[in-house]
């Protein structure tokens, strides 16, 4: 007689129904987290950038999204370039979309700074001098960059839109390349 008195008591009914809630509460989230990467759109802002880490540099490459249409090139200017540098260069090159625009400071170090299509680097790895540490992940606009140092204090900044991605790198301060990706206007 006793196991079936406890059998119905009130207290074991009360912990399978906190089971219960538990369950649900974590299948709505299984089910919530795969909507969102079911969306095309979520899916494709992930895993855009890989890096491969050495001791003297780092290996930069990124995954072009399958459903990625290219547009119109559009070249766009730093309006922000830090004080003492000069221009020495700027190219464009229209076979492959690619704008650069090279400057030099009071120390003749050289800043550099370069747009191009997400397409020019598919199937692409670059290499940027680095101390072996990971990239450091911000949000500037709501896009994703990456900044890398190395041990010489050259910082080099990879800013990755839905069209394009900008490179800024140089012996400046990483808040200074930043104003810079910050200060883009079309030309």
């Known amino acids: 007689m006793q196991p079936l008195l406890q059998s119905k008591s009130p207290v074991r009914y009360r912990k399978r129904l906190k089971f219960r809630y538990l369950l649900v509460a974590v299948l709505i989230l299984l089910f919530g987290g795969m909507t969102v990467l079911a969306n095309p759109d979520v899916r494709e802002r992930i895993g855009k950038y890989f890096e491969q880490l050495f001791d003297d540099h780092t290996d930069v490459s990124l995954d072009v999204p399958e459903n990625h249409k290219e547009k119109e090139f559009v070249k766009v ?104 990706i910050k200060s883009l206007k079309k030309k």
């Open 77 to 180: 200017k730093p309006t922000y370039i830090p004080e003492g540098c000069k221009l020495v260069k700027e190219i464009y090159e229209p076979t492959i979309n690619k704008y650069d625009i090279l400057y030099t400071d009071r120390n003749k170090f050289t800043l550099h700074y370069m747009q191009a299509p997400i397409s020019f680097f598919e199937n692409a790895t670059f290499s940027i001098t680095s101390n072996g540490t990971p990239a450091q992940e911000i949000d500037i606009g709501g896009f994703p960059a990456y900044l890398i140092t190395d041990e010489y204090g050259i910082h080099s900044l990879i800013y990755v839109t839905d069209n394009y991605i900008f490179y800024t790198s140089g012996k400046i301060n990483s808040d200074e390349l930043i104003k810079i």
